[in-house]
């Protein structure tokens, strides 16, 4: 597991689990996400709106985001 944080969310990636169909990336609404060697990985987790989208819509279950208060 990965996981990046800040004070507001922390984004979890199990890169076993990521078979880098990208479905993540193209849908977050802020460009967090981006790929490298085929698996996603977090780019900016600041502009992070914790949405939730990636999460929802990850068919593998490779990506998870704890919301902070």
Do not use: W
């Not at 944080?5 to 990208?22: A, H, M, Q, Y």
């Not at 193209?26 to 981006?34: N, Q």
């Amino acid at each position: 597991m990965v996981s990046t944080e800040n004070d507001k969310v922390k984004i979890t990636i199990i890169p076993r689990f990521c078979k880098g169909c990208e479905i993540c990336v193209r849908l977050c609404p802020k460009s967090v996400l981006g790929m490298e060697m085929f698996k996603v990985k977090v780019v900016d987790v600041d502009k992070c709106i914790r949405c939730g989208q990636c999460e929802l819509r990850c068919p593998d279950f490779a990506i998870f985001i704890e919301k902070k208060d």
